[in-house]
């Protein structure tokens, strides 16, 4: 089941925003070995003091196993902290219906199940929720930085991500792209949906399908942004 967070409602699921903060130090500090802060357990950054929201794959007892957080890049975001001109100038990607994907991360101990082609169960699922939490949010586009690796996965799916540039940080291919929640966006999560759900119904019977639940107050902003196309990135940036 896939739930979404939003600064109002930590409160209420601070045991899952809790176990996705010690999911991101898991993964980033201690299997990556990235330089990132760390508090006790659990790996925070001065973006999640920030209004943002926090999609979660929890598994059947309620647990954590996926994550990924969303901002809106009307405020600061990962890109201006970490990655600091790896978009290119030309790429104007400041607008209320842009959002931010960052802190995205699996728990594979746990969260084992995988589709055809290696692509995770649960990360197919917060994909069609953050679809779904686009399209009641009147946000137009996702952007995000990624390890190249996974963004040549997203091909194999024909998610539609547009490389927007590319750079090696700490000897890792990393890449910035953009996603657009349009009408084909739409239909290719509608046709992937009875997968998702019809694998999760088979592994989980009785969880819901991928969205389902999930809500949000925030406004629903108007015009798309005009991002162009792909460059290189100006200079080095610290990683992540």
Known sequence: MIIHVE??????????????????????????GWNVPVEGDQERDPLDDLPCTYA????????????????????????????????????????PTIWELSRYCVDHDVAQDR????????????????VDYARRNGITHFITVTEERIFELTKLFDLGMEL?????IDDCPVVCGLFSINARTLE???????????????????TPP????????????????????TAEPKRRSPPA
Do not use: W
């Open 115 to 130: 589709l055809p082609a290696g692509l995770g169960l649960a990360s197919l699922e917060l994909t069609l929720a953050n």
């Open 188 to 206: 290719l999560a509608e046709r992937m949906r009875p997968f998702a759900s019809g694998t999760a119904a088979a592994l989980m019977p009785g």
């Open 56 to 95: 979660l794959s929890l598994d059947p007892d309620g647990a954590v196993n996926a994550g990924i957080r969303l901002i809106p890049t009307t405020q600061t975001t990962l890109l201006d902290l970490a990655f600091d001109g790896l978009v290119p100038d030309a790429c104007n990607f400041r607008s």
């Open 210 to 229: 991928s969205g389902t639940g999930a809500t949000s107050h925030a406004p629903a902003p108007a015009t798309p942004p005009r991002v162009r196309e």
């Open 164 to 168: 927007l540039a590319r750079k090696t």
């Open 7 to 32: 600064m109002h409602e930590r409160a209420r699921h601070a045991r899952a925003v809790a176990e996705y903060f010690r999911l991101r130090k898991k993964v980033f500090h201690d299997r990556m």
